[in-house]
T-cell receptor
């Protein structure tokens, strides 16, 4: 059974048109992450939530925003997508903040910008 | 500045033989290392991990070795199977939290 679910799997949006990607989890994990992965590159962390505390990576563009209305859901909003924002967007969760532990990933949303 | 590097973008191995995937890191604050496996059109799935207090961890056909002095880890798959064909990501985390820093991935192809 899927534990981290991302919708949609594929998203096509127009240049400059706001788009929202969604993620839900059934694991009741405290921490949720959004990663951006471009072809043949490492997944790059955009931001993460520890419960409701939002943490933005220093180099995440202002064009990217996130919302976490409750434990189960987290959204990635791209206010004005550019061609360079086309990528796979991965949502992940983990139970703990400090120390170590594995992260559980969703299947990803592949975003195409036309 | 890439803190986690996988210098081989691809690796081809015959079924039944050993696959060795390598990963190097530069940040001495990393104390936990993980390998993830990714099939096309799917998210990464956790495979195996190792804490910096160990130098080896084994789980079935998968063994991860850590050489802290060299800041190097490797994943051994023995015997390799065609179903192991995927992209393998090395990841590391440190005391700052669970945030994972990923390497660029190695595409493993296991030929029947």
């Amino acid at each position: 059974d899927a534990m981290v679910i991302q919708n949609p799997r594929y998203q096509v949006t127009q240049f400059g048109k706001p788009v929202t990607l969604s993620c839900s989890q059934t694991l009741n994990h405290n921490v949720m992450y959004w990663y951006q992965q471009k072809s043949s590159q490492a997944p790059k962390l955009l931001f993460h939530y520890y419960d409701k505390d939002f943490n933005n990576e220093a180099d995440t563009p202002d064009n990217f925003q996130s919302r976490r209305p409750n434990t189960s859901f987290c959204f990635l909003d791209i206010r004005s997508p550019g061609l360079g924002d086309a990528a796979m967007y991965l949502c992940a969760t983990s139970r703990r903040w400090t120390g170590s532990g594995e992260a559980f990933f969703g299947q990803g949303t592949r975003l195409t910008v036309v | 500045d890439q803190q986690v590097k996988q210098n081989s973008p691809s690796l081809s191995v015959q079924e039944g033989r050993i696959s060795i995937l390598n990963c190097d890191y530069t940040n001495s604050m990393f104390d936990y290392f993980l390998w993830y496996k990714k099939y096309p059109a799917e998210g990464p799935t956790f495979l195996i991990s190792i804490s910096s207090i160990k130098d080896k961890n084994e789980d079935g056909r998968f063994t991860v070795f850590l050489n802290k002095s060299a800041k190097h880890l490797s994943l051994h798959i023995v015997p390799s199977q065609p179903g192991d064909s995927a992209v393998y990501f090395c990841a590391a985390s440190g005391n700052a939290g669970n945030m994972l820093t990923f390497g660029g991935g190695t595409r493993l192809m296991v030929k029947p």
